[in-house]
């Protein structure tokens, strides 16, 4: 079996990348899984940046197929705030301190137009990598709502399924989200043992 180090302590998305990607022969495992405590500095100014700077020091530093994804919360009102800041957004990191710094902002503002966007990166440790950028389209609203997803997803509103991102089950997420749809053209780019087509 390939191990496969996803450059995240978030076992949340640990378990997301494990059930959309469906391979037996690949186990995944976080950073704090494996004992790697060395910092990584995401200096990048885009999505992608950030994914290729996290998955390439991984893969270097253990000698190891890495991946890695940057995602966040791009709101059409606020310039695309909060952007590659979403997980710090409000300085603490707190998923609830982030929504609630984001319903503030967006008070009195009526286009709530946004849409997350999931850039992923896969790096083996002789420098060859792939990377994929996708989106998706939401509302953001004031009440939270659900409790199955993380991040601003209680937040996010679809639409087409009258239910936020923290509302559907995860086999619906897992066929629309910006995350889903990123593995998929992943999926669609490598062989079983994560090597390129």
């Known amino acids: 079996m390939k ?3 996803i450059a995240t302590n978030n076992l949340n998305k640990v378990k ?3 059930s959309l990607f469906n391979n037996d022969n690949i186990e995944f495992k976080s950073l704090k899984q494996i004992g790697y405590e060395k910092e990584i500095i995401e200096n990048g100014n885009t999505f992608e940046e950030n994914a290729y700077i996290k998955a390439s020091q991984v893969a270097k530093d253990l000698n190891v197929t890495a991946i890695a994804d940057d995602s966040g ?3 059409y009102a606020l310039n695309l ?4 800041f979403s997980a710090r957004y409000s300085g603490t990191g707190l998923d609830e301190d982030n929504n609630k710094l984001l319903i503030k902002n967006l008070k009195g503002i009526s286009n709530r137009n946004a849409y997350y966007t ?3 990166s896969i790096c083996h440790p002789d420098g060859t990598h792939l990377e994929v950028t996708e989106t ?4 953001i609203i004031d009440d939270a709502r659900g409790s199955n997803g993380f991040g601003y997803d209680p937040h996010f509103y679809i639409p087409e399924f009258g239910k936020t991102f923290a509302e559907v089950p995860l086999e619906v997420k897992n066929k629309i989200s910006h995350r889903a749809k990123a593995i998929r053209r ?3 780019l490598i062989n079983e043992d994560f090597s390129f087509k």
């Open 16 to 18: 997301e990348f494990q």
């Open 3 to 5: 191990t496969v180090v």
């Open 118 to 120: 999931c850039a992923i």
């Open 136 to 139: 998706c389209d939401g509302i």
């Open 81 to 84: 705030a909060p952007g590659i």
């Open 186 to 188: 992943v999926s669609e």
């Open 73 to 75: 919360l791009c709101v």
